[in-house]
């Protein structure tokens, strides 16, 4: 682990909340706004269908006597909570299906989760308009991603860095909406830094999506103690005993600041097309096209041959998944569910799917080899079947890829398939309305309120 | 780092959780027990004194608004918060002084601060009987201080391990007041690992003792949320990607494990006698004799040279201290407020003093060597006089380390002193009764309700 860097670089924290308190909405370019809507736009759908996931009730149930004033609603439900209770329910809701979004320039991370946990629910409590929440948006992503970039290695050592890097986007995002001075957010930045924490022990856990939930919240809890002008290091990020040089390896700290402003992290943005890692998002694509274009029944297969990037075994090598949870891990268990239903979406991780004995026998016929020359877009998926045919298929840029991302429509239809057992049709499309267009209301937290069934309000 | 250890370690998460739910009080030595009363004692006085910080009414003042109900007081003071809240706060309140609790028999903990924050606020909402109250502040201090010395280096690497550690600490003694059955224990352990926080980048603000609080706050929800099955990993700190391979640096997972039950480590607490860091103590005790001794007024002072332990200058190296808060990181001016004032208290560290010319005259005056063979709790002071005289001291251990502990009686001196503008001597000698005799109680949170004044009630 190194220390401090050049002195180009030293006072990077300080650069960065300089830059946080004067960047202006009118300099963000039209497309950068637009991938910031998509971002909310599929954010809003994951954390409505997340709503109904037992991590969420169970959250729920074991914080709500000890919330604050009801200021801002969990959204798909008819909850409401103090503001940094909500965002830690609302983060954990958004991230339990592993549908949301992922940003992997360089390191992977989900960016819309603390952020937008953190700052809707202020926005609904405190006021914001479409505009300055949106703008927010932008600046939280910015953050969080330069920050895991900066500070991680390439493949990162066990840090979920969603959680890690998170509470520093959601601290800048909410730091924004309070309008901190420039002193005030090197304080939000050190107060987030050092609660930094979130480990990747947890898949097939509910703590998995706890890690997103508690970086908005602490993420926000940094932003309201800056605020009102609790002091921190100033050099969070860079100085000594600091983030970078705790938890970093090798960090490169010019990655933090280096033309700040001139490219946008959120333009490279990505949404998942399945509810899993987007490492099986290829395999996916593949099982899928194999079987239409050949019509196969599972009972013709004999095996299935996958060849990957190493990344797949790393995050996903649960070969004997018990339950949804852990079927979110088990890249045998896409393949089983793609072959069988010619679709992957949240039904086919329910737990009484993943141990249907079909599924598991399934599961059992798949080989896997990785191969690093592999993109982690890409895949090649051979079957054998039992009458002797070997069908195959290679996919290059699978579906939800920067290279193949959703369109606004995919976006709005996979929207669709997330809420439909919360809201009404009409309630679906005015919110869908809603995330198109909210850098042009007024009051953001109207967005909240809208994820309200209307008997549940 | 290297990952899981030999089969005999592995479930070192497991094993811990299942100790802690089977310990039983009667089978805890007497003078444990006794040494937990210190423990309590000692964290009681400095959160009374501490109440009085601007760190606490400012974070206070932030957080009020998001509080749920008045379920816990905020120790010294009036104002009732809901019990995550009231945890954060008299963590931060209890460490502001520097005036706390140290374990280092390898690393160095204030191990009472995040663990008695927690459980005292969770007793006086939920009620706890004195004798399990003092039982979870033993099996807290245990968890804390053992896995802080499986994981981290003897001198560590910029964690703070009071908050990194202390947060399982936290979670294993709130868990053991809410009765969480063991596999309940090793989500509560897990829950804790994955909010495990807390940087050294922060002395001289009011973020080193949002690290105490925050780790209260943090072990407490861990707890509260595994009472009611919220899942996680059950090998958190042993688990590929857990807390041992992540934050350790060649962790010894035996540590955490090995002879539990057979030593305690809260028998090997020590309780400051100045309100800074003990790396200072012998520097202090030594000029405060050589002041007495040779009446030395610091007028006559031409120069003061020290001998001391390197942490002296690692941990305590700021020379020009702007305020109080800095200068509890500076030897040069304990060293002067020593001279000055025969005495080192919370008036040495207030901002007035810290500023005063002539104390900072005396502080350019002060010279240091580091010597390897100097042990922590030693030092060798020499005093060049005016008229030619060379006067010098040695301390071989200092008041308040584990050779030269502060008596029973000393704690209670301590504690009025803290107290003593905040409580009537009346409230003072009530509240000194009930910590020396808490597991006689029926109800441990009247400990929490005795710190309020009668007028702020």
Redesign the interface.
Known sequence: ?TGSQPSKTSGVTRCLAQFLVDSRFTDIPREVRHEARRSLHNWVGCAVGGSRDP?VA??L???R?????P?ASVLGRGDRL???TAALVNGIGSHVDDFDDTQQRRIIIHPAGPVVAAILALAEHRGAGGEEFLHALILGVEVECRVANAVYPYYD????TT?TAGVLGAAAAAGRLLRLDATQMT?AL??A??????????PG???KS??VG?AAQRGL?AA??A???????E??IE?????A??MGDNPRLSVVTEGLGETYEISYNTYKAYPCGMVLFPIIDGCIQLREKNELDPGQIERIDLQVNPLVLDLTGEMSPRDGLEAKFSFNHAVAAAFTCGAVGVSQFIDAFVQNPKIAALRARVTVRADPSTERDAAAIAVVTKDGRTLSVRIEHCHGSLAHPLSDGDLDAKFRGLVKETLTEDETEALIRLCWSVDSVDDAGMLARATVPADAA
Chains 1, 2 share one sequence.
């Open positions: 682990m991590a169970t959250a149930a074991a914080v006597e000890y919330s604050g004033p200021q103090d503001i940094m050592v066990g840090w979920m959680s304080w050190g107060i830094v050092t609660q930094a924490a979130g480990l990747r022990v947890h856990t509910m703590t706890f890690n508690s809890l309201l103690l605020a009102g002008n609790f002091t921190a290091s050099q969070g100085g000594t005993h600091g983030f040089e705790v």
